[in-house]
């Protein structure tokens, strides 16, 4: 039985003593940094204005002059993440530049590395359906090890956006809707990343973006103005920030957007008050891509010196392909408009950073050519990528045990999506390659052998108005045993810049499902796709759906390995699906309404919360995903209630295998606080455990719980837990039924 235990791990995280925001550091020895401050004190003495402000500034390989910048020493580093080139190559010539400058102060080179770098893994929101932080930390692992051999130090990852609006492109690149789930598997990535060293050859420095509440972006809308109170963003936009910082996380990124009118690259009160003052954080902060000279377009500065000085006082050390900060601090700082000390304090935190890469004793330590030709896409890489693209499918529906199938008969492989390779890779697939993917219909064709035949019509764009391919389809579908449809978003429709009005299919997939269904014979329909759609159709009339999410090179392996029960399924949504887009935002964990929805009599209904048209609740809840075996979970009891203000309660439960196969859950843990200073959410995740058992069999899961767990921005405006009396629910969804209750003391 494999049990990962997620809640205390987590827990000890997020309490690290040392989490005064020390970035991982092999300076983090006494004489380690006695010897860092020694070099970067000799530096800044020696250093020109100019030079220093080139540390301060990222520039791309668009940059006409760049080399000659390099040159000159008025670049700090530039973008190593680079399709179609050879990035190992490219790093080592610049690095060589920069050894040619007058104090050869060594460039550091970054991109986004979010899930892979030339072996591509599951989209970021795929890697949370897994529910499994060790495997997603081996993700991170195994892409740092590949991005590293090509000189490659620093990524622009993870991003931890919590979001509820699944119309937002960017969820893709996010863990959901939940702030606990949404911690554990950031400070996986970012274990991934930086490990214990920064300093290893192995090792990159990573960065949490976009800070704070990008992923609350008004209408769902890319860049779009957000709101939100404080409580919002205490209680759940900010945890998963908080917990990087208290591991030790190497630089945070600014939203693009604003934050209640005022733009976070220019919001003091967020990156000096909240991020250095309160959480004491010593790592850097990078602008987002031209956010720096964006300011002019929010209308809070009028010219580009406007938008250099204002960004550099509110905390943004690193300013991001703009060249602003280039063009305008020399000349703000000599005439008096910007103290030098600002300046001095950012160059510092970027020669300690660069110093604990190790970039000082080694400028040519992340380059290794033989292992930037060897590793990627070799037998280990592929296997983790198989593994956890498969870990992080989700079954939706099973309808008379129609999955999994038999290797026999006719099979007819349908959809848009079936023999597409590009888009299985996902937006930012840093230098992932179309031709490396194993598309689903020749996973499909390649497990089944000779013992299947296996036909193939696309009969649909993915978003056209074209029709023209549909009865080459229905055809296909009548002569068929069963239908393996293969529905739903391509690569111009997720990511960043493309947020949907709908959540429906695209184009006319739907009318080809409908007539693909009409056939009577059964279909297993699997999606790609990255965000939840809204499907009530095809839940009604499919006979199974698998979420495949955007699965990276091994997509059609993984989605076979699930369609022939070579594995099970056990992926669980990491976001609530709605029935339709109105329902948008909908999240589990919302507050109660003074009047909840009573549909006990017509005039109740009336006067409750609710639509006329759907009901209240999504198609498919947060934590909900189905496996080829059946779970019961039961005995749910609490150990060390009354819960004391230094005590620890146990929670236990009995979780059995009541099914004919082995099989995984992921078993949860949430609490619901009776009454409070302000009114509480209905419930909320505190811990997780994926549990495998094999049919029949049974086991105890164990979670803990302490008053610090339960904390909250209360009425007051104070932090912390309030006594009185809670409820516990342990299930394997946002659902779980099974329940105890515990009182906390305390004053």
Not at 73 to 85: A, E, H, I, Q
Not at 158 to 175: F, H, L, T
Request: charged letters at 20%; glycine letters at 10%.
């Amino acid at each position: 039985m494999k049990r990962v235990c997620v809640c205390s791990r987590l827990f000890a995280m997020l309490g690290l003593a040392w989490g005064l925001a020390c970035p991982l550091a092999h300076a983090g020895d006494a004489g380690g940094e006695a010897k860092m401050h020694r070099v970067v004190d000799g530096l800044l003495s020696r250093m020109t204005l100019e030079e220093k402000v080139g540390q301060l500034s990222i520039l791309g390989a668009d940059r006409g002059d760049l080399e000659a910048l390099i040159r000159e020493g008025r670049v700090g580093g530039t973008n190593g993440v680079l399709p179609g080139r050879d990035v190992a190559a490219y790093t080592r010539h610049m690095q060589q530049l920069a050894m040619q400058s007058r104090l050869k102060i060594p460039l550091w080179f970054m991109g986004d590395v979010s899930h892979g770098f030339r072996t591509i893994f599951p989209i970021p929101l795929a890697l949370a359906s897994t529910w499994d932080p060790d495997l997603v930390r081996r993700v991170h692992r195994a892409a740092a090890r590949e991005a590293t051999a090509a000189g490659v130090d620093w990524s622009f990852s993870p991003m931890v956006d919590i979001s509820r609006d699944p119309r937002w492109g960017r969820v893709a690149e996010g863990a959901g809707e939940d702030p606990y789930l949404g911690s554990a598997m950031a400070v996986a990535q970012l274990e991934g990343f930086q490990r214990d060293d920064l300093a290893a050859r192995d090792t990159m420095m990573a960065t949490a973006k976009h800070f704070v509440g990008y992923g609350a972006v008004e209408a769902g809308r890319d860049y779009n103005a957000t709101y939100l109170s404080q409580g919002e963003l205490d209680d759940v936009y900010l945890p998963p920030f908080h917990a990087l910082v208290k591991a030790g996380i190497g630089a945070i990124m600014p939203s693009l957007s604003t934050l209640n009118d005022v733009p976070a690259t220019a919001d003091a009160t967020l990156l000096q008050g909240v991020l250095r003052q309160q959480w004491g954080f010593r790592g850097l902060v990078v602008s987002d891509f031209d956010a720096v000279a964006q300011l002019q377009q929010h209308g809070l500065a009028a010219t580009p010196a406007d938008a250099a000085r204002l960004a550099l006082d509110a905390g943004v050390d690193i300013d991001l392909h703009s060249g602003t900060y280039l063009d305008q601090l020399p000349a703000l700082v000599r005439s008096g408009q910007v103290d030098p000390s600002r300046v001095d304090a950012a160059v510092r935190r970027v020669l300690e950073a660069k110093y604990r890469l190790g970039l000082f004793d080694d400028p040519f330590r992340y380059g290794n050519r033989q292992l930037a030709a060897s590793l990627p896409l070799s037998a280990p890489q592929r296997a983790l990528a198989r593994e956890v693209a498969r870990t992080s499918m989700v079954l939706l529906k099973n309808a008379h045990g129609t999955l999994p199938l038999a290797r026999s008969g006719r099979i007819a492989v349908i959809g848009p999506l079936a023999d597409d390779r590009a888009d299985m890779l996902g937006q930012m697939a840093a230098e992932g390659q179309a031709r490396d993917v194993v598309p689903i219909l020749d996973g499909i064709r390649q497990a089944v052998g000779k013992a299947a035949s296996v036909s193939y019509v696309r009969g649909v764009d993915v978003d056209s108005d074209d029709t023209a391919g549909i009865p080459a389809a229905v055809a296909a579908a009548r002569t068929a045993d069963v239908v393996v449809l293969v529905l739903g978003e391509d690569i111009d429709l997720i990511g960043e810049g493309h947020s949907r009005s709908t959540l429906d299919l695209p184009g006319r997939q739907r009318a080809l499902a409908e007539a693909v269904v009409a056939t009577g014979r059964p279909v297993v329909a699997v999606l790609v796709n990255g965000r939840p759609l809204s499907i009530p159709w095809l839940d009604a009339h499919a006979d199974a759906i698998l979420e495949a999410w955007v699965p990276g090179d091994e997509a059609g392996h993984a989605v076979a390995d699930l369609l022939f029960g070579d594995a099970g399924p056990s992926g669980k949504l990491p976001m609530s699906f709605p029935r339709t887009v109105g329902q948008v935002p909908i999240y589990y964990a919302h507050r109660e309404t003074g009047r909840p929805c009573d549909d006990t009599n017509k005039l109740a209904l009336h006067y409750s919360t609710h639509y006329v048209d759907v009901a209240n609740t999504p198609l498919y809840p947060f934590g909900y995903g189905l496996a080829y075996t059946t779970f019961a979970i039961d005995r749910v009891r609490v150990e060390g209630s009354p819960l004391a203000p230094s005590g620890v309660l146990i929670v236990r439960a009995r979780v059995r295998n009541t099914g004919q196969r082995a099989g995984t859950d992921v078993v949860q843990l949430y609490v619901h606080d009776r009454v409070a200073s302000v009114s509480p959410p209905v419930r909320l995740l505190k811990g997780f455990q994926r549990v495998s058992l094999p049919a029949g069999a049974q086991a105890e899961v164990r979670f803990t719980l302490r008053p610090a767990d339960l904390a909250f921005r209360r009425g007051d405006g104070s932090w912390g837990a309030e006594p009185g009396d809670f409820d516990v629910y342990v299930g394997d969804d946002a659902t779980a039924t099974a329940a105890a209750a515990f009182t906390l003391t305390g004053p």
